[in-house]
């Protein structure tokens, strides 16, 4: 429960942080740098992502090849 309270006002935070002052009386008005951020750090993640998902295809190639190479080994004997 302590952790969906913080997620809360953390959530509640950051969008308080992204509002635009000047429109409605409050708010820090970060939106323009979190959108500048974004752009900037979205080609990097999806590359790390990418990465990732080519690590986890090779190691399930590796998993398929020795499951076979076990069932074979088990026809045998």
């Avoid at 302590?2 to 429109?23: C, H, R, S, Y």
């Avoid at 090779?58 to 069932?71: G, S, V």
Wanted: charged share 25%; proline share 3%.
């Amino acid at each position: 429960m302590k952790a969906v309270i913080i997620g809360i006002i953390i959530i509640a935070a950051a969008v308080f942080a992204i509002l635009p002052e000047e429109i409605l009386g409050f708010g820090l008005g970060w939106g323009d740098d979190v959108l500048t951020f974004l752009r900037g750090g979205a080609p990097v993640i999806a590359i790390l992502i990418a990465i990732i998902a080519i690590f986890i295809g090779f190691a399930d190639m590796k998993d398929r090849a020795e499951a076979k190479k076990e069932e074979s080994e088990k026809k045998d004997a």
